[in-house]
């Protein structure tokens, strides 16, 4: 069957240099975030469907036509790419390529390295603390009694700026379906409705500088405040398969949906903290083995907070000005 979007060698390479530039200048203060979006007009190999082949197939160019399948590196699915000079072959990406949070919690610093922090089930970390912004993150998880940790995911988010509070959170879930939204949005502990279209877009009367844009249908937001931060969120399921695999320990009453989530902030302090947020102070210096296989960030208890609003997290430094009041008054 004729393949109606056939992505070329040029668009792959400027996407791919993209990648690479974005993450080679991740070091830079208060600019740094996500990888960009995923290549145009790829072809999406679907949740649970790991053994699903996908052809790149163009009749007018002459060329063998391409299959590929998920790697195994991916989780629950992946993004396919054709390439129109048949040595290339087809091009694989997983999601979380595209994002700066992914799975058993994987951050991506600032410095463009990589880094697990598990934290602990149940509980609440800083994750950003500056003066101006500060954002929690509440952790679910499985116990393994054969390990000295949690399997934990990132289940909400608890932003506040200037007087405002903004929670995103992945509703509890027993069987997924991709179909059906599973996000939960508040603003001042307002619910926040978005019309269930890819586009789809809410904006804040009070502070009309931030908006919420559906990416798919379902499941998937951009959460921008303008000249603060731009993130990018999809809930997505724990499934049989990688429980099985994982050893996770996954239910039946419980598919522990969770975020994948990417980050870019701007005009962040030097003196910013929290999990992530150090990894954009100036000074910051990179401790980890990033050649470990699984280079990890301890001191959870450095980071923990009472509650997914609370800014007592030892690293606090929310609240000791409010220039963002200025920012929240402007529309993007």
Same mark, same amino acid.
């Given at each position: 069957?004729?393949?109606?979007?056939?992505?070329?060698?040029?668009?792959?390479?400027?996407?791919?240099?993209?990648?690479?530039?974005?993450?080679?200048?991740?070091?830079?203060?208060?600019?740094?975030?996500?990888?960009?979006?995923?290549? %145009?007009?790829?072809?999406?190999?679907?949740?649970?469907?790991?053994?699903?082949?996908?052809?790149?197939?163009?009749?007018?160019?002459?060329?063998? %036509?391409?299959?590929?399948?998920?790697?195994?590196?991916?989780?629950?699915?992946?993004?396919?790419?054709?390439?129109?000079?048949?040595?290339?072959?087809?091009?694989? =990406?997983?999601?979380?390529? =595209?994002?700066?949070?992914?799975?058993?919690?994987?951050?991506?610093?600032?410095?463009?390295?990589?880094?697990?922090?598990?934290?602990?089930?149940?509980?609440?970390?800083?994750?950003?603390?500056?003066?101006?912004?500060?954002?929690?993150?509440?952790?679910? !998880?499985?116990?393994? %009694?054969?390990?000295?940790?949690?399997?934990?995911?990132?289940?909400?988010? !608890?932003?506040?700026?200037?007087?405002?509070?903004?929670?995103?959170?992945?509703?509890?879930?027993?069987?997924?379906?991709?179909?059906?939204?599973?996000?939960?949005?508040?603003?001042?502990?307002?619910?926040?409705?978005?019309?269930?279209?890819?586009?789809?877009?809410?904006?804040?009367?009070?502070?009309?500088?931030?908006?919420?844009?559906?990416?798919?249908?379902?499941?998937?937001?951009?959460?921008?405040?303008?000249?603060?931060?731009?993130?990018?969120?999809?809930?997505?399921?724990?499934?049989?398969?990688?429980?099985?695999?994982?050893?996770?320990?996954?239910?039946?009453?419980?598919?522990?949906?969770?975020?994948?989530? !990417? =980050?870019?902030?701007?005009?962040?302090?030097?003196?910013?903290?929290?999990?992530?947020?150090?990894?954009?102070?100036?000074?910051?210096?990179?401790?980890?083995?990033?050649?470990?296989?699984?280079?990890?960030?301890?001191?959870?208890?450095?980071?923990?907070?009472?509650?997914?609003?609370?800014?007592?997290?030892?690293?606090?430094? =929310?609240?000791?000005?409010?220039?963002?009041?200025?920012?929240? !008054?402007?529309?993007?």
């Amino acid at each position: 069957m004729a393949r109606q979007h056939l992505v070329v060698l040029l668009a792959a390479l400027v996407a791919l240099c993209a990648f690479a530039a974005a993450v080679d200048g991740a070091g830079v203060k208060g600019s740094a975030g996500p990888p960009p979006r995923a290549p %145009p007009n790829t072809k999406m190999i679907r949740p649970g469907k790991r053994n699903q082949v996908s052809s790149c197939d163009n009749p007018k160019d002459h060329i063998k %036509p391409c299959n590929a399948t998920c790697p195994n590196r991916c989780a629950d699915e992946c993004l396919v790419q054709c390439s129109p000079d048949e040595a290339l072959n087809c091009k694989t =990406f997983c999601l979380c390529d =595209f994002y700066g949070v992914c799975g058993d919690p994987r951050f991506m610093g600032a410095d463009g390295n990589n880094f697990y922090f598990h934290g602990k089930k149940d509980q609440d970390f800083c994750i950003v603390s500056d003066a101006d912004l500060h954002i929690n993150t509440h952790f679910i !998880g499985k116990t393994n %009694p054969t390990m000295t940790r949690d399997f934990t995911w990132i289940q909400a988010l !608890g932003i506040q700026f200037a007087d405002h509070r903004l929670y995103m959170g992945a509703q509890k879930t027993v069987k997924w379906d991709d179909n059906v939204d599973r996000l939960e949005l508040t603003f001042d502990g307002m619910p926040i409705e978005i019309p269930a279209e890819i586009d789809g877009q809410w904006q804040s009367t009070e502070v009309p500088a931030l908006t919420i844009r559906r990416t798919s249908t379902t499941n998937g937001i951009r959460v921008q405040l303008n000249g603060v931060f731009d993130i990018i969120a999809k809930v997505v399921p724990i499934t049989k398969k990688d429980s099985l695999v994982h050893n996770y320990g996954v239910t039946e009453d419980d598919c522990l949906a969770h975020f994948d989530l !990417g =980050f870019r902030f701007y005009d962040l302090t030097d003196d910013v903290h929290g999990v992530l947020g150090q990894t954009y102070r100036t000074d910051y210096v990179n401790k980890l083995s990033v050649s470990a296989n699984m280079p990890v960030m301890g001191g959870a208890s450095t980071y923990v907070s009472s509650d997914i609003f609370a800014t007592d997290c030892k690293v606090a430094r =929310f609240g000791r000005h409010a220039g963002i009041s200025m920012v929240t !008054g402007q529309a993007n």
